[in-house]
Each structure stands twice: as structure tokens, then as C-alpha cells.
């Protein structure tokens, strides 16, 4: 093997990076736990305001503006990284640069360009649509993958809103994201885009019955449905395996086939490669959202990409340990697991190629769905005998 | 089997049909031309009517067995006498011999069996031809033009064709 | 109410046929062809293919055009593989003529067409890919093809239209150090194989797509005139290279492959095989490269003697023919190409029907159709 020559632009691009990863570990160690910080930013916050008489109610009010308008914020952030990101793994992945230009270093600005791109165009209505379904689509996509960010936890104790049933509130909510994929077919008013919408709502529904079961071993063995309880049983240390982290993901068969079994479903519900037959463009039964341009169309791919980064974060949470780590603070910890479960996502997309429709439907149904029960037989087996 | 022995064999079956004989040099061409060029593979011209029964003796004799039908084409002669020649190369898979059928048809009115029954392939060929040379097939199930759009009159490939200007025309 | 829900189920449902128009614009059939299926429910009961997009009348040209100046025209038949196109009409033109050419330029043919074929087996491993949903193999391929084009450009002058192999013989002899290039884009090449096997021909999704699907028979081949990687995907061994061997085609050792079962996996194999055998022959053919003239002597102004005659060669898609009717004169009384896509595409009559539609797209893709051929 012939160790590569570095050209002049590859080292510059490494010294980049470097200084990135660099600059990111320094403010996060600055940073630190983020509850910390949040609680003191919050108290100088309540002290201003009882000087000058705020009444409470108004602090209340205040402060789940204030959390929701961060979670759209860091939503639409990572949105646009994960873009900007995606395009630039396949270009490598097949031998090209990806985006180059705009902004300066590697197309940093690409996507914000775009989504201004997007905001800019025409919004066309087909004349046999149904104007309310065609334009609430979009929002009822969207909405559940924002709500459901409420419950995730992006570190120790940093979380929106605490639920006790967290796990059941997000697949609960994610669901509902289907009624929008149906509502797009729908209302475009053209039958094969209705099709289209009906195939990806088979595939969603289906696939998030062993979604849901290949979780019930992680809930039986933590005992408990808050996300942070089942983060925090992973960072205990580990007695039969001193060197390995006590993340579900190491348990023997259970941990293993409950990711396994997790990853591709979140693939399936997500509509992306190998299981994308409702946007494909190279199938004859147009996609579910043919009929959609401009800033509708590019909510279909803000709710596609909240859902990935919410999928690689629950991946994060229930297999990986959440925010445990040494040295940085957690929620540091829980972006990097997220983001190496989003290449996950990103390095099937360009590899595979699509499953057939009704091969697809096979694959979950006498595949996946019996193995979560045999999954689920086997850890409460576990739980008896030990 | 050579051109000889094929051509005897099929002459036992349908005695209509005459081996087509080298061309003959063009009296009066430039010295330089050389010798007509004759191609080791048998020509065979056959009348019209006795067409599909020689076709199917072709294709089902075991000694013959010609089950690939390569080509179908025509060619339009004006001089020295008009007549519109079809013309058919047959091939054997097993024998792995072939050879060359035309059948002289007149310029108008021609009408040609088709021989899609036996060879699948000659659907689309014959259809080629027909677009292009006006000759009919009997018995083709669906003898439309195939290169040229639907609407469109006349017949591109005859020598004395004129083009008619019609809606592409500026 | 029960009963009446009952009564509604038990009536006969009246179901119609749907068509389904595969468009000429679309992007998974390869050019402009245009596929009416009629449709019940899922499954394809008929299929029609309606071709003449890109009718351009090429044997009309023919007869204003003189011998050397129909192999411009010639490019444009199979514009993945001009130089197969070349081939054909020069043999054809030097069968009348009566004349060969010399062995250095058999050996640079042989190696300029086998190149070619790579370079169109190459698209056909992309575009396969892409109709099956694999984005990633199209890059690669195209990578590799690059290196072939530069190759071409470096030799011909074009990355397209070639016309490089001339009447008689080749355009010219390569440049000082295109042998060297040559060389070192083959070991390039072979590295790629196991690659794109990982990527695709391992892929178990690609192969559940395309195992089993659009099936031809042999029967079915043989009446319907198919050629090519189409013919030996359904297991007959039946490759021009071998059988009726051109440009001292039979100097060199290569195998043919052939499929079992004429799936569209047969189909797809058999031209995987093919690039590893063009490989090895232009190996062959750049060891064994003669010294010598690169053109037997031509006259100025062709005019090849009466008579008519039929060349054909192993294009890669099929066996591609020329058949021509000379008068003596400097320009052809008659050529009619003998186009491997347009007869291969009546195949997808017979073979979509009872598919269902979401395997048209990967037997279509299968049959590796170049419109330019199918409509000349």
C-alpha cells in the first residue's frame, strides 16, 4: 500500500478541521454542564424581572417561548449541517467534492443559500388539489418532529420537559407525522402521487411496530420510561466487563439485535435509502410530495431531517449511553453519538439500492417483527434467571 | 451445409425458386472497379405467393432449420426495370449456416405473407419496411408505421420519394 | 347494517384496465422511448414500446453520401460504442472492395472496440444502478470511463465520434506513449472489479431486484432475433468473437460467459464478465502489437464492383450488421443497419407482461437499449 501524498489543499482542509474540533472542545469544556449554566443564565433572568415587576406568569409564558424558540433554532442548525454534511460524505463516497464555492471553505454556506433559494420560489398549487389538505400537509409533517425534540434529552439532566413516559410520548407523537405523508398524496390531486403516499404510509406504520418492540428489552432491563433514567443506568460502571461502558448496545444478543433491529427501522420511518420508494424519482409511481414547490417543499425535507437527527438521537439515548463520557461535558458527548449514528444514516443512503415495495413489506413483517419478539423472550428470560 | 447442398435441399421442396447469380460487370465502367463482387452466401429469389410455404420449410426442416431470422429489409430499383425487391437473411443456431431470401414485388400494390407466425422478430422489421416502402404484410397483426410519426404520407426510402411539406415544416 | 356491508362485498367489482404511459421523457428509459402498459392493478398485462423519437434517417443519408462519408454517420448509430460502428461499416465497405487490411491495424481495431466495449458496459453497470436505486456505482463507472475517453481523445482527437478506424485500415498510429497510459489504466481497471462487486453484484437488495425478474427464454430469444450479452445471459453460447471471428479476433484467448437462467441477474452478470474479457483481450493485443503500416493501400475515390454483402461484428449489445447493395458508383445504392437494440426491445412485449410495474424499470434497464441504435 502507497501511503497518499497530502496536496496542499488536503492539508489545509486538515488544519481546518483540526482547529474546528479544537475551537468546538474548548468552548464546550468552557461551556460545561449545561443545566449549570441554564440555571445561573435563568436566575439573573428572574432577578431583573422581579425588579421591574414582571408578574410570574409572564416569566412562565417567557421561558417556553424562550425553550421553544432554541429548539427550532438548534433544529433548523443542525437541519442545515446535516445537508451541508450529506452532500459533501457522498461526493467522497463517489469520487467528487461536493460543494466547494459558496461561502468560501468547502460550501459551508451551500444550504443556507438554498433554503433562501427555496423561500424565494413560486408557490404552485395544482388546480385539482384540495387547498387546505395541500397546505396543512407540510405543517402536519413537521410539527410532531418538532414536538417530540421536547423530550430528548441532550445530556445529563438537559432535557425540555422530563416525561415519565418519554419514550411513549415520542414514537406516540412521531406517528402522527404519517397522517401528513397521506395528506401530501392527497392533496395534490394527482392519483399516482396518491399512491405514492399510500405505499409510504404502509411502510411507516409497519415499520414502527418492531421499532416500538425492539425498545421494550432496553425499558424491561432499565425500569423505567424516562429517557434520562434509562441514560443514566448506562453510565454506571460496568462489573462483568471492566473495560467496556455499561451502554445497552454491549449487551450480548439483547443489546446488539435491539440496535440492529432499532437502526432499521428508524431508516424505514425516516423514507430514506434502502426503504425511499415514496420519494424515488427513477420508480414510475411518482412520490408523495411531486405536487409540492418552494418553502413546502423544503418543510418535507426540514421534518425528513429533524426526524433523522431525533432517530440518531434516541439511538444516542437508549444504545449508546446518552451523555456519558470522560472529560467533556455530556451534551458535547451526545452530539458526537448523535452525529456518528447520522453518518450511519447518510453512509446507507449512498450505498445501497432500494428494496422493492412488497420485498420491503416482507422484510418487516417476517423478519423483523419475529425477531423482536424472540428478542424480547430472551431478555426477560435473562431477567428471570439472574 | 454449403450454399450448394442448401440450395439443392430447398429445391426439392419448391422448385419456384432460382439461385440470384453473381452481378455482372456494367458495360462501359471505369477499368479500376475490378471484378463484381460475389459473396460466398446463397441468394434466393422466390415469388411472392410461394413465400411463407418456403419460410416455413426453412424453419422446420431438420436439415435446415433456420431459427433466427436476422434481417428483413427492402430495396427500391428503378432501373433497368422497376420492381421493389424484399429481402430476408435466415440463420441456423444449431447448423450455424446462413443464407439470403428476396422476393421481387412490384412498386405498386405490393403485397408480401408475413412470416411473424414463425419468427417473432419480423414483427418490428416488417413494420420497418412497410413504413419505409409502402409494401404491405397479409396476415402481420399490426401493420403500423413504426419510425416516422402517424400521421405521416408518403414512403421515405423509394428512390423517386418527394418529401411533402407538412406541419414540421416552417 | 351489517348484512348491507356484507351484500356490497359480495357484488362483482367491476375493475378496468389502467394505462400507464412510461413517457419518452422519464428518467430510467435511456432516451427517448416511450412504453404504453396496460395495467391491472399492479400487474402489467401489455406492453407496448413505440420507438421513432430519434429517427434520423440514416439510410436515406446513405445514399447521398459517399463510403468514407457515411463512417461519420456511422458514429452516430450506437453513440456508446462508435468505434464498434466504424468497424462495421469498414468491414463491410472492405468486403466489397475486396481488400485487408494489415495486421497492425487488426491488432489496434481489436483493441480500440474492446476498449469501447468497457466503456459502454461501464454505462449500462451505472445507469443499471441507478435504476435499481443505487446512486453511488454511477460515479465510479464514470470515473473509469473517463480514463477510456482520455485514452480516445489522445488517439482520434474526440471523445464521442472517433472515427478512427478508417477503410482499410486506422485513422493513424498511436502517440509515442499511449501504450504506456493504456497499460496502466488496465491494472487500474482490474483493481475496480472486486469493488464494484462489493458494491453491487454482492448487494443483496440488488440481487432479490433483479434475480428472477424478466425472464427470456431460449426459445423466446431465438424467435425474437436477440443478440448479445441478452442472447448468452439466457444460456446460448453464441458470441461473433468466436464463431464467425473478424480482425484475427481468433488470435486471442478469452472466455465467453453465459448466463442459466435469462433473469435480468443473467443479463447484468454476463456483461460484468464481458469487461473482465475485453481486459484481458486488449492485454492480449497490446503483448502481440506488430510493427507495420497501419493502412492497406485505398484508392482516392471508392467505388467498390457490383454485388451486395452483409458484415456483421459482436457490438456490445448485440450482433450488429450492415447490409449494402453497391452499383459500382462512388456512393451506396442501398445500407440497411441491422440495429441489435431496435430487435432486442420487441423482447420487452413478451417479457413484461405479468411483471409488475414496479420490475419495469430493472428488466428495461436490463436489456441495455442505445435509442440512437434502435431508431437510426
Known amino acids: 500500500m502507497i501511503l497518499p501524498v497530502w496536496t496542499i489543499g488536503q492539508k489545509r482542509a486538515a488544519g481546518v478541521l483540526s482547529g474546528v474540533i479544537a475551537a468546538a472542545v474548548g468552548i464546550a469544556l468552557a461551556v460545561g454542564e449545561l443545566p449549570v449554566r441554564i440555571a445561573q443564565i435563568w436566575e439573573s433572568v428572574l432577578g431583573l424581572a422581579a425588579k421591574k415587576a414582571v408578574p410570574a406568569i409572564v416569566m412562565d409564558i417567557a421561558s417556553m417561548v424562550i425553550q421553544c424558540s432554541v429548539i427550532i433554532g438548534f433544529i433548523s442548525v443542525a437541519v442545515m449541517f446535516m445537508v451541508w454534511w450529506e452532500r459533501k460524505v457522498s461526493a467522497h463516497m463517489q469520487s467528487r467534492l461536493g460543494p466547494?464555492?459558496?461561502?468560501?471553505?468547502?460550501?459551508?454556506?451551500?444550504?443556507?443559500?438554498?433554503?433562501?433559494?427555496?423561500?424565494?420560489?413560486?408557490?404552485?398549487?395544482?388546480?385539482?388539489?384540495?387547498?387546505?389538505?395541500?397546505?396543512?400537509?407540510?405543517?402536519?409533517?413537521?410539527?410532531?418532529?418538532?414536538?417530540?425534540?421536547?423530550?430528548?434529552?441532550?445530556?445529563?439532566?438537559?432535557?425540555?420537559?422530563?416525561?415519565?413516559?418519554?419514550?411513549?410520548?415520542?414514537?406516540?407523537?412521531?406517528?402522527?407525522?404519517?397522517?401528513g405523508i397521506i395528506m401530501a398524496g392527497w392533496g395534490g390531486g394527482n392519483k399516482y402521487s396518491m399512491l405514492g403516499g399510500l405505499r409510504a404510509a404502509a411502510q411507516s406504520v409497519s415499520y414502527e411496530i418492531p421499532r416500538v418492540l425492539s425498545v421494550v428489552p432496553i425499558l424491561m432491563i432499565a425500569g423505567s420510561m424516562k429517557l434520562t433514567a434509562i441514560a443514566a443506568y448506562q453510565s454506571e460502571p460496568v462489573s462483568w466487563l471492566p473495560f467496556l461502558p455499561k451502554w445497552f448496545i454491549f449487551y450480548p444478543f439483547i443489546g446488539q439485535v435491539s440496535f440492529l433491529i432499532f437502526l432499521i427501522c428508524s431508516v424505514a420511518e425516516t423514507n430514506r435509502t434502502p426503504f425511499d420508494i415514496a420519494e424515488a424519482e427513477s420508480e414510475l409511481v411518482a412520490g408523495f410530495h411531486t405536487e409540492y414547490s418552494g418553502m413546502k417543499f423544503s418543510f418535507f425535507f426540514l421534518a425528513e431531517y429533524a426526524f433523522v437527527f431525533l432517530s440518531s438521537g434516541m439511538t444516542?439515548?437508549?444504545?449508546?449511553?446518552?451523555?456519558?463520557?470522560?472529560?467533556?461535558?455530556?451534551?458535547f458527548w451526545f452530539l458526537i453519538k448523535t452525529f456518528a449514528v447520522v453518518f450511519l444514516f447518510l453512509w446507507f443512503r449512498w450505498t445501497f439500492p432500494r428494496m422493492r415495495v412488497d420485498r420491503l413489506m416482507e422484510f418487516c413483517w417476517k423478519f423483523l417483527l419475529p425477531w423482536s419478539f424472540v428478542n424480547i423472550l430472551v431478555t426477560g428470560a435473562w431477567l428471570i434467571l439472574r | 451445409m454449403t450454399p450448394a447442398s442448401l440450395f439443392s435441399t430447398i429445391r426439392t421442396h419448391i422448385s419456384d425458386i432460382r439461385e440470384i447469380p453473381a452481378p455482372e460487370a456494367v458495360a462501359g465502367a471505369p477499368a479500376h472497379e475490378g471484378k463484381p463482387y460475389r459473396d460466398p452466401l446463397l441468394f434466393?429469389?422466390?415469388?411472392?405467393?410461394?413465400?411463407?410455404?418456403?419460410?416455413?420449410?426453412?424453419?422446420?426442416?431438420?436439415?435446415?432449420?433456420?431459427?433466427?431470422?436476422?434481417?428483413?429489409?427492402?430495396?427500391?430499383?428503378?432501373?433497368?426495370?422497376?420492381?421493389?425487391?424484399?429481402?430476408?437473411?435466415?440463420?441456423?443456431?444449431?447448423?450455424?449456416?446462413?443464407?439470403?431470401?428476396?422476393?421481387?414485388?412490384?412498386?405498386?400494390?405490393?403485397?408480401?405473407?408475413?412470416?411473424?407466425?414463425?419468427?417473432?422478430?419480423?414483427?418490428?422489421?416488417?413494420?420497418?419496411?412497410?413504413?419505409?416502402?409502402?409494401?404491405?404484410?397479409?396476415?402481420?397483426?399490426?401493420?403500423?408505421?413504426?419510425?416516422?410519426?402517424?400521421?405521416?404520407?408518403?414512403?421515405?426510402?423509394?428512390?423517386?420519394?418527394?418529401?411533402i411539406p407538412d406541419r414540421y415544416d416552417d | 347494517m351489517t348484512t348491507e356491508v356484507i351484500k356490497i362485498k359480495g357484488a362483482d367489482l367491476q375493475t378496468e384496465e389502467m394505462i400507464l404511459n412510461l413517457g419518452p421523457q422519464h428518467p430510467s428509459t435511456h432516451g427517448v422511448l416511450r412504453v404504453i402498459l396496460k395495467l391491472d392493478g399492479e400487474v402489467i398485462i401489455a406492453a407496448e414500446p413505440e420507438v421513432g423519437y430519434l429517427h434520423r434517417g440514416t439510410e436515406?443519408?446513405?445514399?447521398?453520401?459517399?463510403?468514407p462519408q457515411m463512417l461519420v454517420i456511422s458514429d452516430r448509430w450506437d453513440y456508446l460504442s462508435a468505434m464498434s460502428n466504424n468497424l462495421v461499416w469498414c468491414l463491410a465497405v472492405e468486403k466489397l472492395l475486396q481488400i485487408k487490411p494489415p495486421e497492425k491495424a487488426d491488432h489496434l481495431r481489436v483493441i480500440m472496440?474492446?476498449?469501447?466495449?468497457?466503456?459502454?458496459?461501464?454505462?449500462?453497470f451505472g445507469t443499471y444502478g441507478i435504476d435499481i436505486g443505487a446512486y453511488t456505482p454511477f460515479l465510479h463507472a464514470f470515473r473509469e470511463r473517463e480514463k477510456i475517453l482520455d485514452l480516445f481523445e489522445e488517439v482520434s482527437g474526440a471523445r464521442m465520434t472517433y472515427n478512427y478506424i478508417r477503410i482499410g485500415g486506422v485513422m493513424a498510429d498511436l502517440p509515442a506513449d499511449w501504450v504506456g497510459k493504456c497499460r496502466s489504466f488496465l491494472e487500474w481497471m482490474k483493481d475496480r472489479f472486486p469493488e464494484y462487486d462489493t458494491l453491487l453484484t454482492g448487494n443483496p437488495i440488488f440481487q432479490d431486484r433483479t434475480k428472477g425478474i424478466g425472464v427470456l427464454s431460449q426459445a423466446q430469444a431465438i424467435t425474437y432475433g436477440v443478440t448479445g450479452p441478452n442472447l448468452r445471459g439466457s444460456g446460448i453460447n453464441f458470441d461473433l468473437r468466436k464463431d464467425e471471428p473478424y480482425c484475427s479476433y481468433e488470435k486471442f484467448k478469452f472466455d465467453v460467459p453465459t448466463g442459466a437462467n435469462g433473469d435480468c441477474w443473467d443479463r447484468y452478470w454476463v456483461r460484468i464478465q464481458e469487461m473482465k474479457e475485453s481486459v484481458k483481450i486488449v492485454e492480449q493485443a497490446l503483448d502481440g502489437l506488430p510493427a507495420g503500416e497501419t493502412n492497406a493501400k485505398v484508392p482516392r475515390i471508392l467505388r467498390p464492383p457490383m454485388g451486395e454483402t452483409y458484415a456483421q461484428i459482436e457490438a456490445p449489445r448485440g450482433s450488429l450488421g450492415i447490409y449494402t447493395i453497391s452499383d459500382a458508383n462512388d456512393k451506396p445504392y442501398r445500407v440497411h443497419v441491422r440495429a441489435p437494440s431496435f430487435i432486442n426491445l420487441t423482447m420487452l412485449q413478451e417479457i413484461l407482461v405479468g411483471q409488475k410495474v414496479s420490475d419495469v424499470v430493472a428488466t428495461l434497464g436490463s436489456i441495455d437499449i442505445v435509442l440512437g441504435e434502435v431508431d437510426r
Open chain 3, 60 to 67: 436515406k443519408l446513405a445514399e447521398n453520401r459517399t463510403y
Open chain 3, 113 to 124: 472496440v474492446e476498449l469501447n466495449r468497457i466503456a459502454s458496459h461501464l454505462v449500462f
Open chain 2, 44 to 163: 434466393v429469389d422466390c415469388p411472392a405467393s410461394k413465400w411463407l410455404d418456403l419460410a416455413r420449410f426453412l424453419k422446420e426442416d431438420p436439415q435446415l432449420d433456420f431459427d433466427f431470422l436476422l434481417m428483413v429489409t427492402a430495396a427500391d430499383y428503378l432501373a433497368p426495370a422497376p420492381k421493389m425487391d424484399v429481402i430476408y437473411l435466415l440463420f441456423s443456431m444449431k447448423h450455424r449456416h446462413k443464407m439470403f431470401v428476396k422476393l421481387s414485388v412490384p412498386r405498386e400494390g405490393a403485397s408480401v405473407p408475413s412470416v411473424m407466425g414463425l419468427w417473432k422478430t419480423a414483427d418490428w422489421q416488417e413494420r420497418e419496411v412497410y413504413d419505409m416502402y409502402g409494401i404491405r404484410f397479409d396476415g402481420h397483426l399490426n401493420l403500423k408505421r413504426i419510425l416516422m410519426w402517424d400521421g405521416f404520407t408518403g414512403w421515405p426510402m423509394r428512390k423517386d420519394y418527394v418529401h
Open chain 1, 100 to 179: 466547494m464555492e459558496t461561502g468560501g471553505w468547502h460550501g459551508w454556506a451551500q444550504t443556507i443559500a438554498d433554503a433562501i433559494k427555496l423561500l424565494l420560489k413560486e408557490d404552485i398549487v395544482p388546480e385539482h388539489a384540495s387547498p387546505w389538505v395541500h397546505f396543512l400537509a407540510p405543517v402536519v409533517t413537521f410539527v410532531p418532529a418538532f414536538l417530540c425534540y421536547a423530550a430528548l434529552p441532550f445530556g445529563d439532566k438537559t432535557i425540555s420537559v422530563d416525561l415519565d413516559v418519554g419514550i411513549l410520548y415520542i414514537f406516540a407523537i412521531s406517528g402522527i407525522s404519517v397522517l
Open chain 1, 316 to 331: 444516542a439515548a437508549l444504545f449508546l449511553g446518552g451523555g456519558s463520557g470522560p472529560l467533556l461535558p455530556s451534551w
